[in-house]
């Protein structure tokens, strides 16, 4: 059992390089590109929330991994 997770792993990790991940990367910020040449306030203050949601749900995790109940 251990033998076929560790041949399914090899085979992710050879699927999923620096390369892919750019490219996926790639895939979500040209649209963002293009709408910011219509439309570059809208799509400012649209990034700007995803931005602040992020580092907001990272604080919270953070929190509440750092400071557990009693």
Do not use: N
């Amino acid at each position: 059992m251990l033998e076929l997770v560790r041949g399914q792993w090899k085979e992710l990790t050879s699927i999923v390089d620096p390369f892919s991940i750019m490219a996926m990367e790639g895939l979500l910020l040209v649209p963002l590109l293009m709408a910011a040449l219509f439309y570059p306030v809208e799509v400012l203050v649209g990034t700007g929330v995803v931005l602040l949601a992020c580092l907001a749900m990272f604080e919270v995790i953070l929190y509440v991994r750092h400071h557990p109940r009693h």
